[in-house]
């Protein structure tokens, strides 16, 4: 949980994708009326120690959209020189990061960020950025309430 909000992190046999590499996919979620937020588990890459920031859109089931900068922190935050930006939650980290060589060892980790939504109306997708101020970033988890 982070921010009153609970995500569940994929499932998946190890070595399997447990990401959204974000590139403006729609993603449909449970129409939840009353929501006040939605959340997301993510992480910049190649984003140096500022992170990334694109715009999300939230798209309602009486067909109106609105759109709301998400920015997440580097991964690694910048090798260890940044801290965390946008308002990023930490919620997970590990002491390295696996890469096609083996294990490296750097502090690397997953942040929780959120986007208002209008509590009045039914949440009913979300769609990723397909630009960002720099990198990209990737999602693990989307919460809504």
């Not at 909000?5 to 009353?34: C, E, F, M, R, V």
């Amino acid at each position: 949980t982070a921010g009153g909000l609970t995500y569940t992190w994929p499932n998946l046999a190890a070595g399997q994708p447990d990401a959204i590499a974000a590139a403006g996919q729609t993603i449909a979620l449970k129409a939840t009326a009353g929501a006040s937020s939605v959340g997301f588990l993510g992480s910049a890459i190649n984003a140096g120690t500022s992170g990334s920031q694109g715009n999300v859109t939230i798209t309602y089931t009486d067909g109106t959209a609105t759109t709301a900068s998400l920015g997440f922190s580097d991964w690694t935050l910048g090798g260890g020189s940044g801290s965390p930006q946008f308002g990023n939650v930490t919620v997970a980290n590990t002491p390295y990061r696996n890469s096609a060589s083996g294990p490296q060892s750097i502090n690397t980790y997953v942040f929780a960020a959120s986007v208002p939504v209008d509590s009045t109306k039914t949440v009913a997708s979300v769609t990723l950025p397909s630009t960002f101020n720099q990198g990209s970033y990737n999602i693990f988890a989307i919460a809504v309430g």
